[in-house]
């Protein structure tokens, strides 16, 4: 018996599973279909200015970032990494050059 109900569980979790899939297979199409246009529009609140770094990166008519304000914003945080990296390389050699270890 208990293998029975084990048996229509996993069944039952497949078929969740599979129509799962079908839904979403079903919603990207139909966002495909169905896209909204997004306008790029200027920033015009506090929380927007925040978003875009002072009116840096591009902002949606949704009030999120468009593809390329995301692109450039995540090019200025690598390079922002970069450059901090390479300040504690300079730092780290500096401290082992002139700091004499020996007593």
Same mark, same amino acid.
């Given at each position: 018996? @208990?293998?029975?109900? #084990?048996?229509?569980?996993?069944?039952?979790? =497949? /078929? *969740? =599973? %599979? %129509?799962? $899939?079908? %839904?979403?297979?079903? *919603? $990207?199409?139909? @966002?495909?279909?169905?896209? /909204? !246009?997004?306008?790029?529009? /200027?920033? /015009?609140? =506090?929380? *927007?200015?925040?978003?875009?770094? $002072?009116? $840096? +990166?591009?902002? #949606? &008519?949704? #009030?999120?970032? !468009?593809?390329?304000?995301?692109?450039? %914003?995540? &090019?200025? =945080?690598?390079?922002? @990494?970069?450059?901090?990296? @390479?300040?504690?390389?300079?730092? !780290?050699?500096? +401290?082992?050059? +002139?700091?004499?270890?020996?007593?």
């Amino acid at each position: 018996m @208990a293998d029975k109900n #084990g048996l229509l569980r996993r069944r039952k979790s =497949r /078929e *969740e =599973r %599979r %129509r799962s $899939k079908q %839904r979403h297979k079903v *919603e $990207k199409e139909y @966002a495909k279909t169905h896209a /909204e !246009t997004i306008t790029v529009v /200027e920033p /015009e609140n =506090r929380a *927007e200015m925040r978003l875009t770094k $002072k009116g $840096k +990166f591009q902002l #949606g &008519s949704d #009030g999120q970032l !468009t593809e390329k304000g995301k692109t450039d %914003r995540l &090019s200025y =945080r690598y390079n922002r @990494a970069m450059i901090l990296v @390479a300040v504690l390389i300079v730092l !780290t050699y500096l +401290f082992f050059f +002139f700091v004499n270890f020996n007593n």
